[in-house]
């Protein structure tokens, strides 16, 4: 990861899990802004940003299923995150996503409490998400969904669809409405991205070669350039640390 740049990841407690994928942090003290590109990594987004232009600010991303455009890392900017899964999008925040595909919305500053001096240590932040998340939990995950969702995350979405439907005995044309309705996309899409992410994974450690289940060497270099815009080497590469997330995942 570049020099300027630190990262930070931790995973929530037990009781969380099925809710939240990680807590991290970024602080770049770079006095010059970083241009980056985005990848899709299967997860909701819940950003607190500190940067000396824009003060406090607080974003919610939803799914990307492409390339994101070029975006900016501010100078001497600090960012804290809580990267949710997908259920967390109707047991905790309790409203559809699905208009934010390949996009995102500011919030209140003051949404769920939050506040700028919650940047100031980030395990405190994570303690005072965690209580926080743990309130919103107004009813236990419905169990069609939860056996669902640990097929799909276990997996790394290394299911088909059917599959996916007879093991959790649920039909497959209402959880596709499900998703479409929560998340904006098809199940079929969500496991390609979480393929996606795990192939990131093996390629940030130079594996420029399926690991997952693809046909064949040219299958896999489809269907990575088909999401991220770019081939396995190049993402590789990551030349001025373009791609933000295989920085991420270089760094762990």
Known sequence: MHNDLEYKSVKPNQDLSDFVDSFWCMHHKSEQALETIGLPDGRIDLSLILTPENSFQIRLLGL??????????????????????????????????????????????????????????????????????????SKELDSRKQKLFNLIYKTNGDMTVKALAEQSNWN?????????????ISLKAYCNILRFRTSLEHIAKGKLFPEENFTDQNHFIKEIKKISGSLPKELFHNKNDRFILLSALSSQ
């Open 172 to 184: 497959s044309r209402q959880i596709n409405r499900y998703f479409q309705q929560w998340f904006g």
């Open 64 to 137: 990307g299923t492409q390339q994101y455009e070029k975006g900016i890392i501010p100078a001497n900017s600090l960012t804290f995150v809580i990267s949710f899964k997908l259920p967390a999008v109707e047991y905790i925040f309790h409203e559809s996503v699905a208009s934010l595909v390949n996009s995102g919305k500011f919030l209140e500053n003051t949404f769920w409490d939050f506040n700028e001096k919650d940047l100031e240590n980030f395990e405190l932040f994570c303690e005072k998400a965690s209580l926080k998340i743990q309130s919103l939990l």
